[in-house]
């Protein structure tokens, strides 16, 4: 079993930034990919930027790109999320994603989530 604690969020003016944390506990963290969506009131959840295990390949969603950066720290099984210019769209709960070792696409461990709230 793995679970996921998110912290880091909360309000923030527009062009401002946030680093959120996510510690995860349980085995294999650093064979797990590890992801972050959110998910704005009303709306669906929607990706964010994923990181791979290994090589540590990154993947950003088009409309974050630029803007956000994903890192992990294997050593102190975290993963995190760097968001700059911030804009109220943004707007979310953000959530924190694990994979089962070795896979890719596919999550199966999601944390409770952190409110972020850009205020314009």
């Known amino acids: 079993q793995v679970q996921l604690v998110e912290s880091g969020g909360g309000l923030v003016q527009a062009g401002g930034s946030l680093r959120l944390s996510c510690a995860a506990s349980?085995?294999?963290?650093?064979?797990?990919?590890m992801g972050w969506f959110r998910q704005a009131t009303g709306k669906e959840r929607e990706f964010v930027a994923a990181?791979?295990?290994?090589?540590?390949?990154?993947y950003y969603a088009d409309s974050m790109k630029g803007r956000v950066t994903i890192s992990r720290d294997n050593a102190k099984n975290t993963v995190f999320l760097q968001m700059n210019s911030l804009k109220p769209e943004d707007t979310a709960v953000y959530y924190c994603?694990?994979?089962?070792?070795?896979?890719?696409?596919?999550?199966?461990?999601w944390g409770q989530g952190t409110q972020v709230t850009v205020s314009s």
């Open positions: 994603a694990a994979s089962s070792p070795g896979a890719t696409n596919e999550y199966d461990y």
């Open positions: 349980g085995r294999a963290f650093s064979l797990r990919t």
């Open positions: 990181i791979r295990w290994g090589g540590g390949s990154t």
